[in-house]
């Protein structure tokens, strides 16, 4: 399974903050948020907004890589967590949200393709298409980039 995170340190931000930012982003708050926000697609929809299964969909471009999230919202704890899974990929993306000094803490984390045997020929694909230096280093400066801009 390939796997990125990082934590994020989200200054004069409560958790519950935070959290409503996630959960209330609309297409136009999306792409006017970060300049990698390409896509003006980013709804949640189902008349589920803020609820546990409610569907997910938006897009991004990371340095020059193409991300299109099409799922839902898999397990919701206000204020504390969110997670996404994708509808058709063995994707899963958490973000748990902690109080810390002055603000929160905002840890990422996103789990791309299957544990075990098959999952290490897997990785080798995600790989090819992601490389894990370029990639990796760009998904993670844009999570510290669009967190730490919440306004």
Not at 9 to 34: A, G, Q
Not at 109 to 129: A, C, P, T, V, W
Request: charged residues 25%.
């Amino acid at each position: 399974m390939v796997t990125y995170k990082t934590t994020v340190n989200i200054k004069e931000k409560s958790p519950e903050e935070v959290f409503n930012w996630w959960m209330n982003l609309n297409h136009d708050r999306y792409t006017n948020w970060h300049k990698e926000h390409l896509f003006r697609n980013w709804q949640i929809k189902d008349n589920k907004k803020n609820k546990l299964g409610a569907k997910v969909k938006f897009g991004e471009k990371i340095n020059g890589y193409i991300i299109k999230f099409n799922g839902k919202i898999s397990a919701l704890k206000p204020n504390e967590l969110i997670q996404f899974k994708h509808a058709f990929f063995p994707v899963t993306v958490y973000f748990i949200i902690k109080p810390a000094d002055n603000g929160c803490s905002f840890y990422y984390e996103l789990n791309i393709g299957f544990n075990g045997l098959f999952g290490k020929f897997f990785d080798l694909i995600i790989y090819r298409f992601f490389p894990k230096d370029k990639f990796g280093k760009s998904l993670i400066q844009h999570v510290h980039e669009e967190n730490t801009s919440i306004p």
